[in-house]
């Protein structure tokens, strides 16, 4: 190959890139120069998780005396620059070490390559491609697993095994394609393409007036991005129109979704007219809807709210629907003027069984219409106060506290300090009817865990 390479692995504290830090640094760098290696322990300045010992061998006395990231970060640097950053599972190692770099205001970046996608271009026939499956296919001996020079000693070895077989020209074109650099139009930073990360989340095309022209979610928010500005797409709208692109990462599908209701909002705000049916007992038996609003009731915490609308013709086009399924009087829900002694539009289609004009009983039609609107019954908030849904990442580097009250969003936190802003938060905070349906969703089927959090003073519910 000849573009240098520096093979990378790290050890961490864990394995979540807002909380854990770098323990040891491994890198095999491959040059004209020939083949150089290079390790070291790092404090991280936080006590290592419980399982890393066991699985590293390192432990808070192993790094006690090492130096922090900040004394090595020049000389990593060098050693880095010019070359094909090459890790496995490199959006871990790499993301780790932007992370460390960021913290000393220093913009790291590399080209990446990812040993597990190229193993995958490779060898499309397996369908493993871990490393110690690697290490086992092919053949390679492996000492001191899980320390960082030993495991980038490994990814050297891949390397040379698949300059055999494959081969050299197949593993460079497996190289080239991975490693691509996007074509953005020259009035985007050229950066976004590295910024990007290969992971969930969702994103807002900016106009050059700061409109939002597009937006959007995916499982991989830099394909999916990138995707606009690709070919042909480029040169049409909404991509050539693109001044900027405003993006937020996420640990899975759940949090995409709550980004992009909050992107959206800035297009489509909340329904100005949304509403939902109370019943009102006008007289004893005698039950019957009224439309309000979520500044005359508290919507996700009153029990006796029906349906959810975005205006009142919609919420009256269901109740009429309704009416007709159920054999309900229009008069009696509103729908249609009352008439002293005669009888509503629907009783001569035997869509009403004559409740308006004394053949059928009030309770008798009540029951029938509290039945009818028992399916659309909102549900209240199931617990006592705020709470956090927490989210993490098939790899466990990203977990996201998502904060909710009574099916208000609050943010998202990750780390300590903002989980207790936000749970001691208690500013007003509207009824967002999308963001309501995307928790009633996650929290009925119990998908994420849920973190019960200090109750805030009330804040009025609109």
């Not at 190692?93 to 996608?117: H, I, M, W």
């Not at 915490?301 to 349906?307: C, E, H």
């Not at 629907?346 to 009818?372: N, P, Y």
């Amino acid at each position: 190959m000849p573009q240098p390479l520096v093979f990378v692995d790290l050890e961490t504290t864990g394995a979540n890139f807002a909380r854990d830090r770098i323990l040891e640094i491994g890198l095999v760098e491959v040059d004209e120069n020939g083949i150089r290696e290079w390790s070291a322990l790092v404090n991280p300045g936080v006590p290592v998780t419980p399982f890393i010992p066991g699985l590293t061998g390192i432990d808070d006395a192993m790094v006690a005396d090492a130096p922090p990231f900040e004394r090595l970060a020049g000389e990593l640097r060098q050693r880095l620059a010019g070359k094909l950053f090459v890790a496995h599972n490199a959006r871990f190692d790499y993301g780790f070490l932007k992370g460390e770099f960021a913290r000393l205001g220093v913009d790291f970046r590399s080209t990446v390559l990812c040993t597990v996608k190229l193993s995958r271009k490779l060898f499309p026939q397996h369908n493993r491609h871990n490393l110690d499956t690697l290490i086992e296919r092919h053949g390679i001996a492996a000492d001191a697993r899980h320390r960082a020079l030993a495991d980038a000693r490994v990814l050297w070895e891949l390397w040379q095994r698949w300059l055999d077989a494959p081969g050299a020209e197949p593993l460079a074109a497996a190289v080239a394609a991975l490693t691509r650099t996007a074509t953005l139009p020259p009035e985007l930073d050229p950066a976004l393409a590295d910024e990007l990360p290969d992971i969930h989340g969702a994103y807002a095309l900016i106009g050059a007036g700061g409109e939002t022209l597009l937006t959007g979610r995916a499982s991989n928010l830099r394909q999916k991005v990138l995707a606009h500005f690709a070919g042909n797409r480029a040169g049409l709208p909404p991509a050539s129109l693109v001044r900027h692109v405003e993006w937020f990462d996420a640990a899975g599908e759940f949090g995409a979704r709550l980004h992009e209701i909050r992107l959206q909002r800035r297009r489509k705000p909340i329904p100005a007219e949304l509403c939902a049916w109370r019943l009102h007992e006008v007289a004893p038996g005698d039950f019957r809807p009224s439309l309000v609003t979520p500044g005359e009731a508290g919507f996700g915490v009153d029990a006796d709210l029906f349906g959810l609308y975005g205006t009142q013709r919609e919420a009256r086009q269901a109740l009429r629907k309704l009416a007709e399924a159920h054999f309900l009087c229009p008069v009696r829900l509103g729908l249609e003027g009352e008439r002293p002694g005669k009888p509503c539009s629907a009783v001569k289609g035997h869509h009403c069984r004559g409740v308006c004009i004394g053949k059928e009983d009030v309770s008798r039609h009540s029951a029938r219409l509290m039945a009818a609107l028992g399916k659309l019954r909102q549900k209240t908030w199931p617990f006592a106060g705020p709470v956090a849904l927490v989210e993490r990442d098939p790899f466990g580097m990203i977990e996201d506290f998502h904060v909710v009250d009574r099916w208000r969003y609050r943010g998202l936190a990750r780390s300590d300090e903002r989980l207790r802003e936000l749970a001691e938060s208690c500013g007003e905070l509207p009824f967002d009817p999308d963001i309501y349906r995307i928790l009633l969703k996650y929290i009925q089927g119990s998908a994420l865990r849920v973190v019960t959090l200090p109750a805030s003073p009330p804040a009025p519910a609109r």
